[in-house]
């Protein structure tokens, strides 16, 4: 059972796999405010589930809503007197 082995340069730890350039981002809990990873389920300090705002309009100010609206009102208005 003796066996010789050999030093192989593919052994050797590679540190690019650990990189700490993918930390994890932090924002406020929406119940409490305690910074938490944005990939949590749940506030370790106030324990609510962590749900993310899906709603088209959420990110958007209220002027930008109010441009769309009058977007699209603008654009009915036209079509209705052109026919």
Known sequence: MDQDWEY????EWDESEFDDDDVNETVACS???A???EDAVSCPI?????T???HPFSDRPNWWITLGIVGVI???LSLIFLV
């Open 74 to 76: 603008a654009t009915i």
């Open 31 to 33: 119940n409490c405010g």
């Open 52 to 54: 993310t705002n899906t």
């Open 8 to 11: 192989d340069d593919e052994d």
């Open 46 to 50: 106030c324990g609510e589930y962590v």
């Open 35 to 37: 910074e938490i990873y």
